[in-house]
């Protein structure tokens, strides 16, 4: 069975850090490409950022690029998304998701996901 479960998110005050984490199991990381994404309060979800362990590729959207990092242990089987410099903007429902034989590109995040793990809000105050 595959899952993917989310989790370090909280509540951090504007300018803080935060490591999310997601635990996958039930499949190989080299079969997937793994993404980061997260909905806000009214909003529709958004893509934050992918990585493919096969190719080493990772991919940032533009509010991320330079205040997140995307990292993967395989041992651990575990996705990190290392955010810091948060800002209220940032608060949302974080997920993360798998797509087989996905690359990590920009049009990674139109892809219609294979499999979602269950969300973890981050809060950020001004």
Same mark, same amino acid.
Request: charged residues 20%; proline residues 2%.
């Given at each position: 069975?595959?899952?993917?479960?989310?989790?370090?998110?909280?509540?951090?005050?504007?300018?803080?850090?935060?490591?999310?984490?997601?635990?996958?199991?039930? @499949?190989?990381?080299?079969?997937?490409?793994?993404?980061?994404?997260?909905?806000?309060?009214?909003?529709?979800?958004?893509?934050?950022?992918?990585?493919?362990?096969?190719?080493?590729?990772?991919?940032?959207?533009?509010?991320?690029?330079?205040? @997140?990092?995307?990292?993967?242990?395989?041992?651990?089987? #575990?996705? *990190?998304?290392?955010?810091?410099?948060?800002?209220?903007?940032?608060?949302?429902? *974080?997920?993360?998701?798998?797509? @087989?034989?996905?690359?990590?590109?920009?049009?990674?995040?139109?892809?219609?996901?294979?499999?979602?793990?269950?969300? #973890?809000?981050?809060?950020?105050?001004?």
């Amino acid at each position: 069975e595959v899952q993917l479960q989310a989790s370090g998110g909280g509540l951090v005050q504007a300018g803080g850090s935060l490591r999310l984490s997601c635990v996958v199991s039930g @499949f190989s990381f080299d079969d997937y490409a793994i993404g980061w994404f997260h909905q806000a309060p009214g909003k529709e979800r958004e893509g934050v950022s992918c990585i493919s362990s096969s190719e080493g590729m990772t991919d940032y959207v533009d509010s991320a690029r330079g205040r @997140f990092t995307i990292t993967l242990d395989k041992a651990k089987r #575990t996705v *990190y998304l290392q955010m810091k410099s948060l800002e209220p903007e940032d608060t949302a429902v *974080y997920y993360c998701a798998a797509l @087989f034989i996905g690359q990590c590109h920009p049009d990674f995040y139109s892809y219609d996901m294979h499999y979602w793990g269950k969300g #973890t809000l981050v809060t950020v105050s001004s």
